[in-house]
């Protein structure tokens, strides 16, 4: 009788008495702080933060220390995984009657710029996993580097092989841009960043755009996870193929390269000559006129790698649900950085802490989910989504079978606007969550509104290896998401992605920030609370009505089948 009353009581509480779903998700709306995500922001960014340094494992420190202090279990997951840091670079520029010019590929700070002392422990601009070697050779003028544009030098008669590749950023992938290069016969391969695209107006600190000094780095590692263990995890002991048939893989670049600056760029294409290259092929205004060449601009190019086994943490934090513990809905974002990462990626780490905060209130006014909520803060995205590959790897058969949703936030402030992206069973949900969050550059609007008034007003979808969602579509099949309020910002990957450029341009109030992390949460919310999962798969259904339409055959008859007419 005590256990019967009991188990009515319960009944009776849970369906009268405790708050329904609609009630946390409100009050977690309510509780957005902007000086919190700020601080964390700060404290995040304090340093440069590449994957494996001392500097990243003390912002690892930060997540684990606020995760914690909420009561919430987190633990740090390590992996040891192949890196890629430059021990020498150097680039000269010379041509017939012309004494030869070294770049000095360092990028300026500033006047006043409180981030000059710690700007020391920026990482040298190189691209990661490019092959060690030399070349000096004729400059080819590449354009975006991408294969149609090869193509085209092929038709004008534009001999790439051997010469030194320049192209510039803007339509592909980097990795794209060298193995490009490297297919159409390049000895080396050099990558600018263009003034039209990237400086239109005031450069940073007197605009948001890239400062004429600034350099975009980055990866150029072509798969995702750790390239000495590709398909299984990277635990301590594990096997693992040698470094140099990791480096040897169609995935690695094969040949040197190095990014440089939109100076540096416009100055070696000053002397090259050759046709005019196309219209769509020009700089900005005020720029030189852009030639095909080859030459008589010679390049002389030298890099020197080092690809080391080195230890990643990626930090694990739990509230585990009440009526279905053994489901999940995991939340991520990385925190490794190429230089101080206020964008990309600490200020979606700033959100994910922000969002854990007001979880821990709503936990504080009697709120358990239904079902368990993960919250993953990775390291070593930018060398090639490795901690998040690593850790799907190897908890792959728990995670294909109680993952209810991955919800990812990678450059979480960029600007203005909405971007979103997702498997097509959460386009509605999507929606739904926007239109309860309010527009943090209008306070009378919701994020809805400033979503479909924006360019990307279209939920994108999760394809390539863009972000940490990667290996859990890709790899296990799990629903997915990817948002961000801003679509891309001029110093992405350059020593300027520091707090000073977010407080200034990206997110003055940090409104943006509260923005994210309310709708971030408000579907986890809703995926975790719910008794019946929000999926809409009517989105699913027209998807593949454009992309995958059906041609109906006859049905044969019995007379018609092999088996039968033999």
Same mark, same amino acid.
């Given at each position: 009788?005590?256990?019967?009353?009991?188990?009515?009581?319960?009944?009776?509480?849970?369906?009268?008495?405790?708050?329904?779903?609609?009630?946390?998700?409100?009050?977690?709306?309510?509780?957005?702080?902007?000086?919190?995500?700020?601080?964390?922001?700060?404290?995040?960014?304090?340093?440069?933060?590449?994957?494996?340094?001392?500097?990243?494992?003390?912002?690892?420190?930060?997540?684990?220390?606020?995760?914690?202090?909420?009561?919430?279990?987190?633990?740090?997951?390590?992996?040891?995984?192949?890196?890629?840091?430059?021990?020498?670079?150097?680039?000269?520029?010379?041509?017939?009657? !012309? %004494? #030869?010019? $070294?770049? +000095?590929? *360092?990028?300026? /700070?500033? @006047?006043? =710029?409180?981030?000059?002392?710690?700007?020391?422990?920026?990482?040298?601009?190189?691209?990661?996993?490019?092959?060690?070697?030399?070349?000096?050779?004729?400059?080819?003028?590449?354009?975006?580097?991408?294969?149609?544009?090869?193509?085209?030098?092929?038709?004008?008669?534009?001999?790439?092989?051997?010469?030194?590749?320049?192209?510039?950023?803007?339509?592909?992938?980097?990795?794209?841009?060298?193995?490009?290069? !490297? %297919? #159409?016969? $390049?000895? +080396?391969? *050099?990558?600018? /960043?263009? @003034?039209? =695209?990237?400086?239109?107006?005031?450069?940073?600190?007197?605009?948001?755009?890239?400062?004429?000094?600034?350099?975009?780095?980055?990866?150029?590692?072509?798969?995702?996870?750790?390239?000495?263990?590709?398909?299984?995890?990277?635990?301590?002991?594990?096997?693992?193929?040698?470094?140099?048939?990791?480096?040897?893989?169609?995935?690695?670049?094969?040949?040197?390269?190095?990014?440089?600056?939109?100076?540096?760029?416009?100055?070696?294409?000053?002397?090259?000559?050759?046709?005019?290259?196309?219209?769509?092929?020009?700089?900005?205004?005020?720029?030189?006129?852009?030639?095909?060449?080859?030459?008589?601009?010679?390049?002389?190019?030298?890099?020197?790698?080092?690809?080391?086994?080195?230890?990643?943490?990626?930090?694990?934090?739990?509230?585990?649900?009440?009526?279905?513990?053994?489901?999940?809905?995991?939340?991520?974002?990385?925190?490794?950085?190429?230089?101080?990462?206020?964008?990309?990626?600490?200020?979606?780490?700033?959100?994910?802490?922000?969002?854990?905060?007001?979880?821990?209130?709503?936990?504080?006014?009697?709120?358990?989910?239904?079902?368990?909520?993960?919250?993953?803060?990775?390291?070593?995205?930018?060398?090639?989504?490795?901690?998040?590959?690593?850790?799907?790897?190897?908890?792959?058969?728990?995670?294909?079978?109680?993952?209810?949703?991955?919800?990812?936030?990678?450059?979480?402030?960029?600007?203005?606007?909405?971007?979103?992206?997702?498997?097509?069973?959460?386009?509605?949900?999507?929606?739904?969550?926007?239109?309860?969050?309010?527009?943090?550059?209008?306070?009378?609007?919701?994020?809805?509104?400033?979503?479909?008034?924006?360019?990307?007003?279209?939920?994108?979808?999760?394809?390539?290896?863009?972000?940490?969602?990667?290996?859990?579509?890709?790899?296990?099949?799990?629903?997915?998401?990817?948002?961000?309020?801003?679509?891309?910002?001029?110093?992405?990957?350059?020593?300027?992605?520091?707090?000073?450029?977010?407080?200034?341009?990206?997110?003055?109030?940090?409104?943006?920030?509260?923005?994210?992390?309310?709708?971030?949460?408000?579907?986890?919310?809703?995926?975790?609370?719910?008794?019946?999962?929000?999926?809409?798969?009517?989105?699913?259904?027209?998807?593949?009505?454009?992309?995958?339409?059906?041609?109906?055959?006859?049905?044969?008859?019995?007379?018609?089948?092999?088996?039968?007419?033999?």
């Amino acid at each position: 009788l005590p256990l019967l009353v009991g188990a009515l009581f319960a009944t009776y509480y849970h369906l009268l008495v405790a708050p329904a779903p609609s009630y946390y998700q409100s009050l977690f709306l309510s509780l957005g702080s902007n000086d919190t995500a700020a601080a964390h922001l700060r404290a995040l960014t304090v340093r440069p933060h590449l994957a494996g340094t001392e500097a990243n494992a003390l912002a690892a420190d930060h997540v684990v220390s606020t995760l914690s202090s909420l009561s919430f279990p987190t633990r740090v997951t390590p992996y040891e995984v192949l890196l890629s840091y430059p021990v020498g670079r150097s680039l000269s520029l010379s041509a017939p009657g !012309r %004494d #030869a010019t $070294a770049f +000095a590929l *360092v990028q300026d /700070t500033y @006047p006043g =710029d409180p981030y000059a002392a710690a700007s020391a422990e920026v990482v040298p601009t190189f691209l990661a996993y490019a092959a060690s070697g030399s070349a000096a050779a004729e400059v080819v003028y590449a354009n975006y580097g991408r294969r149609e544009d090869y193509a085209y030098l092929a038709s004008r008669g534009v001999n790439v092989t051997g010469k030194v590749a320049l192209a510039r950023y803007g339509k592909v992938y980097r990795g794209d841009i060298v193995k490009n290069a !490297r %297919d #159409a016969g $390049a000895a +080396a391969a *050099v990558i600018f /960043t263009d @003034p039209k =695209d990237y400086t239109p107006g005031k450069a940073f600190p007197d605009g948001p755009w890239m400062p004429p000094t600034g350099v975009q780095v980055g990866s150029t590692f072509k798969g995702v996870g750790d390239p000495t263990t590709p398909m299984w995890a990277s635990s301590e002991g594990c096997e693992r193929v040698s470094v140099a048939k990791a480096m040897s893989t169609h995935d690695m670049p094969g040949i040197p390269a190095l990014p440089v600056s939109g100076r540096d760029g416009e100055e070696i294409l000053r002397l090259v000559g050759g046709d005019v290259a196309p219209e769509d092929w020009q700089g900005g205004d005020g720029a030189p006129v852009y030639r095909l060449g080859p030459g008589p601009a010679v390049l002389n190019l030298t890099y020197t790698g080092n690809e080391t086994i080195a230890t990643i943490q990626n930090v694990i934090s739990v509230i585990e649900g009440k009526e279905e513990p053994d489901r999940y809905v995991i939340l991520g974002n990385h925190r490794d950085a190429w230089t101080f990462g206020a964008a990309d990626p600490n200020s979606g780490t700033a959100a994910l802490l922000e969002l854990a905060q007001r979880l821990s209130k709503l936990q504080n006014k009697g709120w358990r989910p239904r079902r368990t909520i993960i919250l993953c803060n990775w390291d070593a995205e930018e060398y090639g989504l490795i901690g998040s590959t690593e850790w799907v790897e190897e908890n792959r058969a728990m995670l294909t079978s109680r993952t209810v949703a991955y919800l990812n936030v990678d450059v979480g402030v960029s600007g203005s606007g909405v971007d979103a992206s997702a498997t097509p069973q959460l386009d509605e949900l999507l929606k739904q969550a926007s239109k309860k969050v309010q527009n943090p550059d209008n306070g009378t609007e919701s994020l809805y509104d400033l979503w479909m008034a924006s360019d990307s007003s279209l939920i994108g979808r999760l394809g390539g290896g863009g972000s940490d969602y990667s290996a859990f579509v890709q790899h296990i099949g799990i629903p997915s998401v990817d948002m961000a309020i801003g679509s891309g910002y001029a110093v992405y990957h350059s020593l300027y992605d520091d707090f000073t450029w977010m407080e200034k341009y990206g997110d003055p109030m940090f409104r943006r920030h509260v923005a994210v992390a309310s709708i971030w949460g408000l579907v986890a919310l809703r995926l975790s609370d719910e008794e019946i999962l929000p999926f809409n798969y009517s989105s699913y259904a027209t998807e593949l009505e454009v992309t995958c339409p059906l041609e109906l055959s006859p049905i044969p008859t019995f007379s018609e089948l092999s088996i039968f007419s033999q």
